[in-house]
C-alpha cells in the first residue's frame, strides 16, 4: 500500500516547509516534491494543514487497579488515535512473586495485543526488589524495555521503593543502559501531613493538594538525583510539577549530570484552586503530584522552552468520577481514599496546541519535541517520532482551522468525565496514519482492535547520550 499526503506543511523540531510524503508500506519512504501518483493507492490532500509526527505519550495507566477497581485499559485507545497519539508507554506494575519480565509479558498477552489500537511499550515498575529481581534488571534491555520506575512516594502500599532499592536499581540498570524513572515525592512528608489533616477533619477533596505541597517533591527529586550521582548512573524524573523540583534538575543540569524530567499536561493548565470546585467536582482533579498554585505554571512553560524538562505527556487514568467520589466523599472517608489520577490521552495534544503554541507559549518546533521527537528519543523507539524517510509512518494530518470545545461528549476514552470539560480547542487531527494504515479519517476514528502492536525499546536511550 502505497499513500500520497500532498502539499501539506511539514513540522519537525528545527523548521516547517511545504512538502509531499510518500509512505510505502509501514514506512516513510520520501519527503519531497514532484512523486508521480501513478502506483499510488490513496492521495491524501494536506493543503493548509500541518503534517507532524504521531504523538508520543511516555505515561499512561491502563492498568493501574486501586481498591480492586480498575482503570479503562487498552480497548479504549482509540482516543489516542483521534487524539494524534500513536504510541502509549504504559506503566505496567511488577505482580508480587513474579519477575519483572513475566509480569509484563503475562499484562501483554492478557490486556493489550490484539486489543490495542496504537503502539506501545511498557515501563516495568520493580515493586518487590528482592535480590533475584535486582540481578534481572539488565536483562530488561535485552527484553526491549529500557527504562524501569519506582515510586518514592506512596508510603505503605506496595509499590512504594525505598532509597536502597533506587540505588540498586540505579546501578544495575547502568550495566545494560536501563533508564531509571522515579515518581519524586517523599513518601514520608506525605504520609505524616495526611494524618495531620484528618485528625483534624480537613478531609475534603481540596486537601489532597495540602498534603503533598511542592517542598514534598522538590526534596525527592533532589535526593533522587544525588542518588543517580553517587550511582554514576542518568535518572529521569517523571512529572515535574513545580519550581523547587526544577531547581534541582536545572542545578543537576549545569553541573553536567544527566539528569531529564517531564512534566504532565494538567500541570500546564490547572491549578489548584479546581480542588475546591462545588459539588464534589474537586475529585476528578486529585492525582499525584497534587496541582500546584498558578504561579508554577509560568515556571513550567520556561522549563520546557529551555529544554529543563523535555516533554509533555497525560499521565492519563482512566478511573470514573462517580467511582472517585463514591471512595473519597463518604462517611469516613477522605482525600486520601480518592484513586488518583486524571483522564487526559485524547487531549493531551490538542490541549498543548491550543494553550501553548496558540498562546505564543511555545513553537510549533517544540510542540513537535515535547510531544513525539523526545519521547521516542527518551525511550528508545527508534524508529518514531519524526516524518523523515526511513521512520514509521505515524504521521498526523492537523488541521489548524478547527475550532471547538473538549469534553466527555467527544471522548472515547470511556470514562465519565473529562478534565477539559467546556474548554475551547483550537485545531485537530485530521487524519491519522499509524504505520501507513488510516486510522483516523474526517477526525472520526476508523481503524480496528488489534492495530496497535508492542514496539521494543532500544537501551542507552536519551539518558545516556552524553555519557
Ligand atoms: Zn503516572
Request: a negative charge; proline letters at 4%; glycine letters at 10%.
Amino acid at each position: 500500500m502505497r499513500t500520497l499526503i500532498k502539499g501539506g506543511t511539514i513540522l519537525t523540531t528545527e523548521n516547517e516547509f511545504v512538502a509531499d510524503v510518500l509512505v510505502d508500506g509501514e514506512k516513510i519512504a520520501a519527503v519531497g516534491t514532484g512523486f508521480p501518483e501513478d502506483g499510488v493507492d490513496k492521495v491524501i490532500d494536506a493543503k493548509g494543514k500541518y503534517v507532524m509526527p504521531g504523538g508520543i505519550d511516555q505515561h499512561v495507566h491502563y492498568s493501574f487497579v486501586y481498591k480492586g477497581s480498575k482503570v479503562r485499559g487498552f480497548e479504549t485507545t482509540n482516543a489516542c488515535a483521534v487524539g494524534g497519539t500513536t504510541t502509549v508507554i504504559e506503566f505496567v506494575n511488577q505482580v508480587k512473586g513474579k519477575g519483572l519480565i513475566e509480569s509484563l509479558e503475562e499484562y501483554n498477552k492478557t490486556d493489550a495485543e490484539g486489543i490495542a489500537m496504537v503502539d506501545y511499550a511498557f515501563h516495568p515498575v520493580m515493586t518487590d526488589p528482592r535480590p533475584e529481581v535486582i540481578e534481572e534488571i539488565p536483562k530488561l534491555a535485552e527484553a526491549g524495555y529500557p527504562t524501569m520506575k519506582l515510586f518514592m512516594a506512596y508510603k505503605g502500599q506496595f509499590f512504594h521503593a525505598d532509597d536502597e532499592a533506587i540505588i540498586n536499581a540505579l546501578i544495575k540498570g547502568k550495566e545494560t543502559g536501563i533508564t531509571v524513572m522515579v515518581h519524586a515525592e517523599n513518601g514520608d512528608m506525605v504520609d505524616f501531613l495526611t494524618k495531620k489533616l484528618i485528625a483534624e477533619g480537613k478531609t475534603g477533596a481540596y486537601y489532597h493538594c495540602v498534603s503533598r505541597p511542592p517542598i514534598v517533591e522538590g526534596e525527592a527529586t533532589s535526593r533522587a538525583i544525588y542518588l543517580a550521582e553517587m550511582a554514576g548512573a542518568p535518572i529521569y524524573i517523571v512529572h515535574v510539577t513545580c519550581k523547587e523540583a526544577l531547581q534541582a534538575i536545572k542545578e543537576a543540569q549545569q553541573k553536567g549530570l544527566p539528569v531529564y524530567g517531564e512534566t504532565c499536561a494538567h500541570y500546564l493548565l490547572f491549578d489548584e484552586s479546581v480542588l475546591a470546585l462545588p459539588n464534589e467536582e474537586g475529585a476528578k482533579f486529585v492525582c499525584s503530584p497534587a496541582l500546584r498554585p498558578k504561579e508554577h505554571q509560568e515556571v513550567l512553560w520556561e522549563a520546557l522552552r529551555e529544554g529543563w524538562l523535555n516533554a509533555v505527556s497525560s499521565d492519563h487514568c482512566g478511573f470514573d468520577w462517580e467511582y472517585q467520589k463514591h471512595l473519597g466523599m463518604g462517611e469516613g472517608c477522605s482525600f486520601a481514599d480518592i484513586p488518583n489520577g486524571a483522564p487526559s490521552v485524547q487531549n493531551r495534544m490538542n490541549a498543548i496546541w491550543t494553550y501553548g503554541v496558540c498562546e505564543g507559549k511555545i513553537s510549533k518546533q517544540k510542540f513537535v519535541e515535547i510531544m513525539s521527537y523526545n519521547p521516542a528519543r527518551n525511550n528508545g523507539l527508534t524508529s518514531k517520532g519524526c516524518v523523515a524517510a526511513g521512520f514509521d509512518a505515524d504521521i498526523v494530518v492537523f488541521d489548524p482551522d478547527y475550532e471547538g470545545v473538549m469534553g466527555v461528549e467527544s471522548c472515547l476514552e470511556g470514562v465519565d468525565y473529562s478534565v477539559y470539560e467546556g474548554m475551547k480547542q483550537k485545531g485537530r487531527p485530521e487524519t491519522v496514519l499509524l504505520r501507513g494504515k488510516v486510522i483516523v479519517e474526517d477526525a472520526k476514528y476508523v481503524g480496528e482492535k488489534g492495530d496497535g502492536k508492542f514496539i521494543p525499546g532500544a537501551p542507552y536511550c536519551k539518558a545516556y547520550e552524553n555519557m
